[in-house]
């Protein structure tokens, strides 16, 4: 068995950065840590969080009252959608305990309290038994993993025959890239806790080898408007974040946050990296 990853980084990103997540990011509609969706029916931020989920949700094709696994689920947002959109059960976890108690109280106060639980555990070697979800869901969650197949192995092991794995994922043009392009990329991923991206076909050849049907379809013209805000709240806010850097009111982890809201647009206009949708059907 591989070694179990260092998941402290990742706790430390989270709880550090919840503020700047909570108040210029998220939405009372949705507490969805992710890029926006947006096409002709979007109408603001909120509606794009929101949209994603619609989105995703429709390229899984998922039925009322499915037993759904949040994979990567922060402070439940998607969760609470799912639950609230199709009367689904849903799981969602996170090795982030101070998100499982951030959604479990949003749960509570969305009113799916009864139909959504969180726990906090590694979406790579659950605690699950085998054939437990008719639904492994993870948006923007599967970049943090260090050994991204294992997270194709898990999936296929917790999915029913029939089930769906429906992902919204970072991934990397090529590998490896030019030096600068490299080095611009990882400004990017060492800010948020990610340890590396994948391609696009390491991603269809880790699902392919565990199931069929897999589908990738490409939605960075629909994300690139979300993400372009995050670059410009960045780039506006860039002169105070050194202030505040200096002076030390802010952490080297809560900096390096910034600097990602920064350079992941910057490394989108590169050509480095793109946004894309992966399902696939359990065997």
């Given at each position: 068995?591989?070694?179990?990853?260092?998941?402290?980084?990742?706790?430390?990103?989270?709880?550090?950065?919840?503020?700047?997540?909570?108040?210029?990011?998220?939405?009372?509609?949705?507490?969805?840590?992710?890029f926006?969706?947006?096409?002709?029916?979007?109408?603001?931020?909120?509606?794009?969080?929101?949209r994603?989920?619609?989105?995703?949700?429709?390229?899984?094709?998922i039925?009322?009252?499915?037993h759904?696994?949040?994979?990567?689920?922060?402070?439940?947002?998607?969760?609470?959608?799912?639950?609230?959109?199709?009367?689904?059960?849903?799981?969602?976890?996170?090795?982030?305990?101070?998100?499982?108690?951030?959604?479990?109280?949003?749960?509570?106060?969305?009113?799916?309290?009864?139909?959504?639980?969180?726990?906090?555990?590694?979406?790579?070697?659950?605690?699950?038994?085998?054939?437990?979800?008719?639904?492994?869901?993870?948006?923007?969650?599967?970049?943090?993993?260090?050994?991204?197949?294992?997270?194709?192995?898990?999936?296929?092991?917790?999915?029913?025959?029939?089930?769906?794995?429906?992902?919204?994922?970072?991934?990397?043009?090529?590998?490896?890239?030019?030096d600068?392009?490299?080095?611009?990329?990882?400004?990017?991923?060492?800010?948020?806790?990610?340890?590396?991206?994948?391609?696009?076909?390491?991603?269809?050849?880790?699902?392919?080898?565990?199931?069929?049907?897999?589908?990738?379809?490409?939605?960075?013209?629909?994300?690139?408007?979300?993400?372009?805000?995050?670059?410009?709240?960045?780039?506006?806010?860039?002169?105070?974040?050194l202030?505040?850097?200096?002076?030390?009111?802010?952490?080297?982890?809560?900096?390096?946050?910034w600097?990602?809201?920064?350079?992941?647009f910057?490394?989108?206009?590169?050509?480095?990296?793109?946004?894309?949708?992966?399902?696939?059907?359990?065997?």
């Amino acid at each position: 068995m591989a070694t179990a990853q260092d998941l402290r980084p990742i706790r430390e990103y989270y709880e550090q950065t919840w503020h700047d997540y909570r108040f210029l990011w998220l939405s009372p509609s949705n507490y969805a840590i992710h890029f926006g969706y947006w096409d002709q029916v979007t109408r603001s931020h909120a509606d794009a969080l929101n949209r994603l989920n619609a989105v995703l949700a429709s390229c899984i094709g998922i039925h009322p009252g499915a037993h759904i696994l949040d994979a990567g689920c922060g402070v439940g947002g998607s969760s609470i959608w799912l639950a609230k959109r199709f009367g689904a059960t849903v799981t969602g976890i996170t090795p982030v305990g101070s998100q499982v108690r951030r959604a479990r109280r949003i749960a509570a106060e969305q009113g799916v309290a009864d139909r959504v639980r969180f726990a906090e555990e590694d979406y790579t070697r659950t605690t699950f038994a085998d054939a437990s979800f008719d639904v492994v869901w993870a948006v923007e969650s599967v970049c943090h993993a260090a050994d991204k197949a294992a997270f194709y192995r898990e999936a296929q092991r917790l999915l029913r025959p029939g089930g769906r794995l429906g992902i919204v994922e970072y991934m990397r043009t090529s590998c490896p890239l030019p030096d600068d392009g490299e080095a611009l990329l990882h400004n990017w991923l060492s800010g948020w806790a990610i340890p590396d991206l994948a391609t696009a076909e390491e991603h269809r050849a880790w699902a392919q080898a565990r199931f069929t049907e897999v589908q990738l379809i490409d939605i960075t013209l629909n994300v690139r408007r979300s993400l372009a805000r995050l670059h410009r709240m960045a780039v506006a806010a860039w002169p105070g974040e050194l202030i505040l850097r200096t002076l030390g009111l802010r952490s080297d982890t809560q900096h390096g946050n910034w600097r990602g809201a920064r350079d992941q647009f910057r490394a989108l206009a590169r050509g480095l990296w793109f946004d894309a949708v992966l399902t696939a059907t359990a065997i």
